[in-house]
């Protein structure tokens, strides 16, 4: 920005947001041997490393970060999640902190991003990236993830939006996102109701629907927490017994989300294992295999009457987290169910 007058405030240049990159691995810190190998080793690289690969980060924040982990994020669990979250918590109250990035391995973003929205208390925007390509892979996708998400991270327009994700130009809630491919550069997508903004090339477009929403509120505090329910998720198919239902049962798990088929459909062999363990006190989450649509409630199998909890828009992923953390609150099924409504 250019001013012919005297320096003031009206032609000063703009202060930059302050950004906190908070890193955990996964493979935009990812190194292979040779670009032609699809095959690569995940968190080789720390934040100063991924910091410094893109800096034009220099032109759109004031960038700082720290190095919170540094793993494959398919070895992502419920100890990592209790840290991440709690570190997170600490840098949102830092004086001048206008935003946090998250680097994350793409296995499970959607399962970290949903558990830091659920029990984060921010005003400001976390934001979740990664990349599907190595950082030493021909044409990496990180480095541009990163310079979109510290673009959305310092952005105002975001602070309405809660915990979300930016991924190749797309801006997801992460309440809705999931990954919906091995590979490719556009995995991740909100398969039922659609990404809630647009970044291209640090250019922040937030749409309407993203406005006052009620994503903001964390759900369950964690300050006291040292450890999650155990809660495990079982994939439903044609001529499915209930041998592993059985031992889910037995196996101490306050919680069992099945992955059903169809409108979170099993066989009657299945259900009639679902319903021992419902009497045994375990909390039986119907959800789908299906990639996109609703589990609606009473539809083909009789909620009220079996005591289940329908998943409504929840996938099996994130079915399964918001069950641990309401399971912190309640072991009701009617009252997890109002919370599966809501939140």
Known sequence: MSCALPSTALCAEPLKPNVFIAATGGTIAGTQAN???HGYTAGQLGVQSLIAAVPQLNDIATVTGEQIMNIPSQDMNDAAWLKLARRLEELERLPGMDGIVVTHGTDTMEETSFFVALTVDTPKPIVFTGAMRPATAISADGPMNLYNAVAVAGSVAARSCGVI?????????????????????????????????TVDTG????????????LLKPKVSIDNIHELPKVEIIY??????RDLIDAVAQSGAKGLVVAGVGDGNITSEALAGLRDARARGMVVVRSTRVASGFTIRNAEVNDDAEGFVASLEFKPSKARILLQVALLKTSSPSEIQQYFNSW
């Open 35 to 37: 670009v032609e190998q």
């Open 236 to 241: 439903a198919y044609a001529g499915m017994g």
């Open 203 to 214: 250019h922040v477009d937030i749409f309407n629907a993203c406005a006052g929403s009620a």
């Open 165 to 197: 994700v930016a991924f190749n130009d797309q801006i997801h809630s992460a309440r809705y996102v999931y990954k919906t491919n091995t590979t490719r550069s556009d995995a991740f997508q909100s398969v039922d109701r659609g990404p809630i903004g």
